[in-house]
């Protein structure tokens, strides 16, 4: 896993120039997502929903920071339980009550701790630098970056004594190419600014249309902020795709050890990201603003030794929430009764009509819906101001059609379904109480037998 990653930026997803050689491999040997989304464009929530297999207003995990409020069955949880030996390196981001499941774990401390033993230090951040978009050039020699960290830690994971002999699942997270943009000095000159091109019509197309900003320094991390010198947006835009061209070779690394061990033949990969980027797209970098393609659509690669895929592209929508059933599916797991996401293997297969109908994301007040051809963002601090955009080919999220009287019935049909999904998604406290039936659901069923939710049932009839 990258962290905001743009959908976009590798040369199998046709990129015009950034180099992506080991996944561009990867994805021929397996199969590749067209219309892959996560479930928001924040890390933890992401994060939590890709591990859980349920959306944010289920697991209830918002922001950055803080620990769930159920004990959610997860991948990794249901893998330990299997018997897999479970491990994780580079960034983690997700709560305590998924990540103490790691029996083995080297994350962003340890690699703060390692630089601090080796009297090594990263560029700072400061006013200055984040107004140049934190973009720079890495104070770390290549091989002591953070990615090239994170690679090593996962060929320590994967050459231990005992991993051949027992099952694993090792989540391997790269933090970059999420800020700070700063690439090691021997890459920071393999893209140049030219090549990163300056849409001016369309940067201010995207300012006017917006109806929402996000209250941070991404804010200013756009073209408009640096009219006197483009070039510095530019540079920046190419050390974004610098980061994501060393990921590729230190994930090769990782890949060739897989070999090495002889342990390919036995090991599905996955490639994906948490959420996306804006990577230079409307003049825009970073992810400043919830519900657009940019940045809820990600990356996903699905490679199993054991299947032909041969690098088909699958075009049918799929969602992060998706991946965790699919494993289990795969490797003779039950899926856990809370899981919401739906099997990816269909959609491998190529059975007619697989895929889903809907995507859904969200933060705290954007609810973001879509389709193959439409998608409907509900902001609940004015409801009556929202967006409605056609997507695909030849769509244009910058020209908003909510007010369209031509496109009544599709915003209609539109926030009907968000509206069903919101319900399906919101579990009620007292879950037993029969003032309102509530639809036959696994999850309805697992949450009502769960103790903590008994004693809510009662605390809440007392209070009636």
């Known amino acids: 896993m990258t962290d905001e990653h743009h959908a976009g930026c590798l040369g199998s997803a046709?990129?015009?120039?950034?180099?992506?050689?080991?996944?561009?491999?990867?994805?021929?040997?397996?199969?590749?997502?067209?219309?892959?989304?996560?479930?928001?464009?924040?890390?933890?929530?992401?994060?939590?929903?890709?591990?859980?297999?349920?959306?944010?207003?289920?697991h209830n995990h918002f922001g950055n920071s803080g620990d769930l409020q159920?004990?959610?069955?997860?991948?990794?949880?249901?893998?330990?339980k299997a018997g897999y030996r479970t491990g994780v390196c580079g960034k983690s981001g997700v709560p305590d009550k998924i990540f103490q499941h790691f029996e083995w774990a080297q994350i962003s401390r340890d690699n703060a701790a390692y630089l601090k033993a080796k009297g090594l230090e990263e560029v700072k951040s400061n006013p200055e630098f984040n107004q140049k978009f934190e973009s720079g050039i890495s104070k770390l020699p290549y091989k002591e970056h953070e990615i090239a960290w994170t690679a090593d830690r996962a060929i320590d994971f994967l050459t231990d004594r005992g991993v051949g002999e027992q099952p694993f699942l090792l989540w391997c997270s790269f933090g970059p190419p999420h800020s700070p943009h700063i690439p090691p000095k021997e890459l920071d000159d393999l893209y140049q600014p030219?090549?990163?091109p300056v849409d001016w019509d369309a940067y201010e197309r995207f300012e006017r249309s917006r109806l929402g900003q996000r209250a941070m320094i991404e804010d200013f991390w756009k073209i408009g902020s640096v009219r006197h010198d483009p070039g510095m947006f530019q540079k920046a835009v190419c050390r974004y795709l610098a980061l994501i061209t060393m990921v590729d070779?230190?994930?090769?690394?990782?890949?060739?050890?897989l070999e090495d061990q002889g342990l390919a033949e036995d090991t599905i990969v996955v490639f994906t990201a948490d959420h996306g980027d804006f990577a230079g797209n409307f003049g825009q970098l970073g992810k400043n603003i919830a519900g657009y393609d940019?940045?809820?659509?990600i990356p996903l690669i699905y490679y199993d030794p054991a299947r032909q895929d041969h690098g088909r592209c699958v075009e049918s929508l799929c969602q992060s929430v998706d991946l965790f059933p699919t494993l289990c599916e795969r490797l003779g797991l039950e899926v856990p009764p809370s899981v919401q996401g739906e099997s990816l293997y269909p959609a491998l297969d190529g059975c007619p009509g697989?895929?889903?109908?809907?995507?859904?994301?969200?933060t705290h007040n954007t609810k973001t819906?879509?389709?193959?051809?439409w998608k409907l963002n509900f902001y609940g601090v004015h409801p009556h101001q929202g967006e409605l955009h056609r997507v695909g080919p030849g769509g244009d999220e910058t020209d908003n059609l909510w007010d369209a009287p031509a496109c009544a019935h599709i915003k209609t049909e539109l926030m009907t379904e968000l509206t069903a999904w919101m319900i399906r998604c919101e579990q009620a406290h007292s879950m037993n109480w029969k003032a309102e039936e509530f639809m036959r659901t696994r999850w309805y069923d697992w949450l009502r037998d769960q103790p903590h939710?008994?004693?809510?049932?009662?605390?809440?009839?007392?209070v009636v």
């Open 249 to 257: 070779r230190e994930l090769g690394r990782v890949l060739q050890t």
């Open 369 to 373: 819906i879509r389709n193959h051809n």
């Open 294 to 297: 940019d940045l809820l659509r």
């Open 354 to 362: 697989a895929g889903r109908d809907y995507i859904f994301a969200e």
């Open 453 to 462: 939710e008994s004693e809510g049932q009662a605390h809440w009839l007392n």
């Open 70 to 80: 159920r004990d959610l069955p997860h991948m990794v949880s249901e893998a330990r």
């Open 14 to 58: 046709g990129h015009p120039f950034v180099q992506t050689p080991n996944l561009d491999a990867l994805a021929q040997r397996g199969a590749w997502f067209r219309n892959a989304f996560s479930c928001s464009a924040i890390c933890a929530p992401s994060r939590t929903s890709f591990m859980s297999g349920t959306y944010l207003r289920t």
């Open 194 to 196: 030219e090549q990163i």
